[in-house]
């Protein structure tokens, strides 16, 4: 059977992790919610490091199931675990460390070799180098790379850039984007980081003091107005897009999804190329007319869904659909007065700003 199947209730000293989730076999599921949720519990749970009561099925192969004795040790899982910290061995060179790995796994069951992972990480003119001369985010990059050679059937992410800087984060986030992309091997990514989470996931996980408040596609929970998401200041929905053409003249690409297109300065990506973009709550205006002369050149035809509180009492959140496409826009309750907006309302969304993640 595939998917990823979690029950798993660890009693603690200031909360009880109770979580029963059913997860998409493939991508990236993030684990996300303040410190102290139960993010590194449930996944500490998933790699047996904590013994929780319940069951844990990765696409068909029980690692546990108290209802028929089964728990099978850490070493026996078929998985990766990449921490906060790197954690190599300081005595060895980074080709040791990445060997120490793939001799873990017979020769007939690897699944990841070892040219591909050099070349997902782009750690190959790193092996003759010692771990101590690398930056956090070589080391991090050599320890994925670890990691991935053992061919795990799950691999476990628990906030591999908290101990980064942003440079370094920004640094290493386009290997773990080439992880979502080419990699075939379900990821579970613990994170506190909106931004993360909005670069990587496919899939969203919510956890407040040991409970999931939700889990379901990442687009559609950051869509959601009865979510803690959404008050926050950069509350944001994501669009999956694809690059239909360039404006040489103005330095322009055109972006299209199925609510319509917008453009953004030119990227240097290929007509029918993927891309995911993320747009802010706050970057959004409400028009009720298209036909207003604006220097605002994203606009697209809506229907207001409905309305919800902003963190600020002057301010209202309104979930739009864009044909099919959730928006999120923050503005006054003023203006929302004034233009006479309701619910089911046909009007136009003006996209100051757009974000292009991947």
């Keep these: ?18 979580a029963d989730l059913t997860l998409p076999a493939k ?33 068909g192969e ?6 028929r004795r089964i728990f099978l040790p850490t070493h026996q899982r078929p998985l990766g675990y990449v921490f906060q910290e790197a954690s190599l061995f300081a005595h060895l060179s980074v080709r040791a460390n990445l060997e120490f790995g793939l001799k873990r796994i017979p020769a007939a069951e690897r699944k ?11 750690i190959g003119h790193l092996l003759a180098r010692g ?3 690398l930056s956090g985010g070589e080391r991090q990059r050599v320890a994925i790379a670890r990691a991935l050679l053992t061919s795990p059937r799950l691999l476990l992410m628990d906030e591999p850039l908290a101990a980064l800087d942003a440079r370094r984060k920004q640094e290493i986030l386009p290997y773990l984007e080439r992880l979502h992309d080419e990699l075939a091997i379900p990821i579970l990514y613990v994170s506190h980081s909106p931004d993360e989470v909005a670069r990587l996931a496919d899939h969203l996980v919510l956890l407040d003091q040991g409970r999931v408040t939700a889990s379901g596609p990442t687009a559609e929970l950051l869509a959601r107005l009865d979510l803690p998401l959404a008050l926050d ?51 959004v205006s409400i028009a009720l007319t298209g036909d207003n002369r604006s220097s605002i050149v994203n606009r697209l035809p809506a229907r207001i869904r409905s309305f919800g509180d902003a963190a600020h009492p002057a301010q209202c959140l309104v979930s739009l659909d864009a044909c099919g496409t959730p928006l999120l826009a923050r503005i006054t309750r003023l203006s929302r007065d004034q233009l006479g907006l309701r619910e089911g ?4 969304a003006q996209i100051k700003s757009v974000a292009l993640l991947a």
């Excluded at 979690?6 to 000293?13: E, F, G, M, S, Y």
């Excluded at 029980?62 to 209802?67: E, F, G, S």
């Excluded at 309302?345 to 136009?348: A, K, Q």
């Design 62 to 67: 029980c690692w546990q199931d108290d209802a």
């Design 345 to 348: 309302m046909s009007v136009v």
């Design 131 to 133: 771990t101590d001369t």
């Design 112 to 122: 990841v070799g070892w040219d591909a992972a050099m070349d997902l990480l782009g």
């Design 27 to 59: 991508g990236v599921t993030a684990l996300f919610g303040p410190s102290g949720s139960g993010k590194t519990t449930l996944l500490r749970c998933v790699a047996g490091l904590a013994r929780a009561a319940g069951r844990v099925d990765i696409n």
């Design 233 to 283: 200041e950069d509350a944001a929905v994501l669009v999956e897009t694809q690059v239909v053409g360039h404006d040489d003249a103005y330095h322009l690409t055109r972006l299209a999804f199925p609510g319509g297109s917008v453009t953004v300065n030119r990227k240097a990506l290929a007509v029918g190329a993927r891309a995911r973009i993320k747009i802010q709550a706050r970057d």
């Design 1 to 18: 059977m595939s998917g990823l199947f979690l029950q798993c209730r660890l009693p603690l000293a200031d909360f009880v992790l109770d």
